[in-house]
């Protein structure tokens, strides 16, 4: 079909034909409703033979002029060769990607416009949105059309009746409407787009039931139409006496759009039930995985026209029909939010994978994977094998693919009501670099502690069609997307299953204990089920929390001993299961200052306050480092061999305490915190110095400001180089004489023992609450 249209535009302009002349009218209200800001861009959307780009130009924009047919392009060449200003650029807008910002350009446009081209778009709606997402603030997309009232009958098709022009504008914040000369011309702005879902009138008395059907084409976008009644709905109708869901999906399917399915191919994935006034209102959900045909609108008095949208702008379409949008949730959980409250009922039957992407996703996932490649993060074949074939995308329908494909964002999932997030999909980077560490061969097992879909499939690409994943989440709606969105694009071979993964997952180890355990959440503690639910010699890699410091942490199963194998900087979301915990804090100075025990044991703060109000002591610590610098291990070492550590928070601005967020210690009514000062500022971030500092207060003050310097001093000596220490983790209640030399830090679940360089000779104890220890000194 595009191949016969393009030959046709081919035709007309090598023909010598054009359009309608640019008015004056159409050139004064351009002038006025959208002249152009210093530096304007504009883009001219099927541009023909150049008329209105060469407007713009006139009016001050820098012009990109696009039209799919270049006999248009060259006519637009041959009658303004001497323009400046203007770049005449060949794609098709509908399929293509937009042209990149000229060169010191931010990109964007100030205006989109599209001069006599809208009736010839197919889906239509989806390009509008698409232009108007790449309008700059303030920025406006003016559409100008001939008008079906004013145009002969036999020239209609290439006019927009009132419902299309309605349709148009449905999406944008503002829209206004002008006539130039009998053309329609439409100013919008305000892209941003929002969705209404809304009912119908009253049902047929008792009950009613009807089929929805959710298509999907090559490109994975959706089929809705628009109805005459002025929203958005998925194929679907009444199910007539004897028909099956899926016999009812397949025949209103054909009789409404002209596409053909087999009833093999339509799955009744759940069945809905709502209520629509004194109504009860079924609704099967069928998930057609294959057809045939063209699309054809056969049934007018019901709808405008049939459209493919992408996943992630349904949330931006406007009107949605409420079972159509529950329909989409269904089958994509997330994808459009804020629903009212829908029954339900999950089908057992399997569906098949189905296929579907377009090329912009492909080409964003080749670009994220070489990223992340390039940065060593992903050194195996079978990791960037993964990365290059797996659909990130998929198991983030309601994101947009620039977002999905960036290579160092986590992508939210699911929030608390509070705005917090409890799910997401964690950056790139970061799920190659866990893969990594897991050391997985084909044909392995592996528990995932915190589901989502896309690492599980990840893992599951690696260990290959023999291998096996299970992903375990406390979360129903989280199980439940990830089920669903595995279904859709996944290999079959991830079970989610809901449950607390402190527990591991009961009832699915295989025998010999899975051969790697990841967790995919700030963990606290290491739970006992995902050493005894790991086989001998297996991989557990955990962000552990040390001090309120997170580290991706790679522990490999020897008996009852987990040994360190690889550290990596993280972070993750909160743990929710029953081993999370809130970590003790105590305000101070009127909630001035706030004091959190990371290590979980609260210490004394009496004469805290009193300290606070008293002179600070300030001590170098000799420490001077250059530019920017990490010190992350400073950190863990700090929060491993310092007693009575703690974490210091104030607002930003404080005067009692210069760090926002800094590592503590408390003892003897006093405290001290490490800080840096700037003592050397340069123009070169790299010439610049910067000297690490203790200030302490309270009576303590000096002795705890020399014992946090000499920390600094001897990490600074014997650890910087080194980097993170060796860590052997112990089942709890281990006997002291039975752990290695090292410091001991002590958790509900485990005795974690860090070995760093030069404290190897240290008698094993435990990190003790600062005051336990003044006590136990006093006895």
């Not at 050391?439 to 291998?467: D, F, K, T, W």
């Not at 070492?637 to 210091?648: K, P, V």
Request: glycine content about 10%.
């Amino acid at each position: 079909m595009r191949q016969v249209r393009k030959e046709a535009w081919q035709e007309h302009y090598h023909g010598g034909q054009g359009f309608r002349p640019l008015s004056d009218a159409e050139r004064a209200l351009l002038s006025k409703h959208v002249p152009a800001p210093e530096g304007g861009r504009a883009l001219d959307v099927g541009c023909g033979t150049g008329e209105l780009a060469v407007a713009l130009v006139g009016m001050g924009y820098q012009v990109d002029a696009v039209d799919f047919t270049e006999g248009a392009l060259a006519r637009a060449r041959a009658e303004y060769p001497t323009v400046q200003g203007v770049r005449w650029l060949g794609l098709d807008i509908e399929h293509d990607a937009l042209p990149s910002p000229r060169e010191g350009d931010e990109g964007g446009y100030d205006l989109v416009a599209m001069r006599l081209s809208a009736a010839f778009f197919r889906d239509r709606t989806s390009v509008l949105h698409a232009l108007g997402a790449q309008l700059r603030e303030g920025g406006a997309l003016v559409v100008i059309t001939p008008v079906v009232e004013h145009t002969p009958p036999e020239r209609r098709h290439i006019a927009l009746d009132e419902d299309e022009l309605s349709l148009i504008t449905d999406g944008f914040d503002e829209a206004v409407r002008f006539d130039a000369e009998g053309l329609a011309v439409l100013v919008l702005r305000g892209a941003g787009g929002s969705f209404t879902a809304v009912e119908k009138g009253r049902p047929t008395p008792q009950a009613v039931v009807g089929a929805a059907a959710v298509v999907t084409d090559a490109s994975g976008r959706v089929l809705l139409g628009r109805s005459t009644r002025g929203m958005w709905e998925l194929p679907g109708g009444r199910i007539e006496k004897g028909e099956s869901a899926q016999r009812a999906a397949v025949r209103e399917l054909a009789e409404e759009t002209g596409l053909t399915a087999r009833e093999e191919n339509a799955h009744v994935i759940t069945v809905l039930h709502d209520d629509r006034l004194d109504m009860r209102r079924i609704s099967p959900v069928v998930r057609i995985t294959g057809w045939d045909g063209e699309l054809v609108l056969r049934e007018p008095e019901k709808f405008i026209r049939w459209e493919w949208h992408p996943l992630h702008t349904l949330a931006t379409l406007g009107t949605i029909f409420l079972p159509s949008a529950h329909s989409l949730n269904a089958v994509w959980p997330g994808v459009l939010p804020g629903l009212p409250a829908v029954h339900s009922y999950p089908c057992i039957s399997a569906v098949p994978p189905v296929p579907g992407e377009p090329a912009e996703a492909i080409r964003l996932r080749e670009r994220m994977a070489d990223i992340v490649i390039q940065k060593s993060w992903a050194p195996s074949p079978r990791v960037q094998a993964a990365l290059r074939e797996v659909p990130r995308h998929r198991f983030v329908p309601e994101t947009p693919l620039e977002t999905a494909y960036h290579d160092d964002l986590a992508v939210v999932t699911v929030r608390e009501d509070s705005g917090t997030a409890v799910s997401s999909v964690s950056a790139a980077w970061l799920q190659a670099d866990m893969a990594e560490q897991l050391r997985l061969e084909p044909g392995m097992s592996v528990l995932e502690v915190g589901a989502g879909g896309y690492n599980a499939e990840l893992l599951a690409h690696i260990v290959g069609e023999r291998g096996r994943v299970v992903t375990v989440d406390l979360d129903p709606y989280v199980v439940h997307r990830t089920a669903r969105l595995c279904a859709e694009a996944g290999s079959g071979r991830v079970t989610a299953v809901l449950g607390d993964g402190g527990q591991g997952a009961p009832g699915h180890v295989p025998a010999g204990g899975f051969n790697g355990v990841i967790i995919t959440h700030n963990a606290t503690d290491i739970a006992p089920a995902w050493r005894d639910q790991l086989a001998e010699g297996g991989r557990l890699v955990v962000p552990l929390e040390v001090g309120g410091y997170t580290r991706s942490i790679t522990l490999v199963r020897r008996g009852d001993i987990l040994r360190s194998q690889h550290w990596t900087y993280c972070g993750f979301v909160r743990d929710r299961g029953a081993a999370a915990r809130t970590a003790p804090v105590a305000h101070l100075a009127g909630g001035a200052v706030t004091v959190r025990w990371e290590h979980g044991v609260p210490d004394d703060t009496r004469g805290l306050e009193e300290a606070l109000r008293g002179q600070r002591h300030e001590l170098a610590t000799g420490f001077v480092v250059a530019g920017q610098f990490n010190f992350e291990t400073l950190q863990l070492f700090a929060a491993s061999t310092l007693t009575g550590f703690c974490r210091l928070t104030v607002p930003e601005g404080s005067e009692l305490v210069t760090q926002r967020d800094a590592a503590a210690v408390v003892a003897d009514g006093s405290l001290a915190y490490l800080t840096h000062v700037k003592i050397h500022d340069a123009p070169e971030p790299g010439a610049s110095r910067t000297e690490f500092y203790i200030h302490a207060y309270g009576p303590a003050a000096p002795e705890l400001a020399q014992r946090f310097a000499a920390c600094v001093r001897t990490w600074d000596r014997e650890v910087r180089a080194s980097g993170y220490p060796p860590l052997s983790v112990h089942p709890a209640g281990t006997p002291d004489d039975q752990l290695p030399p090292g410091d001991v830090l002590d958790k509900p679940a485990c005795r974690l023992v860090f070995r760093w360089p030069g404290r190897d000779a240290q008698v094993p104890r435990p990190v003790a609450p600062a005051g336990a220890v003044a006590a136990a000194e006093r006895a």
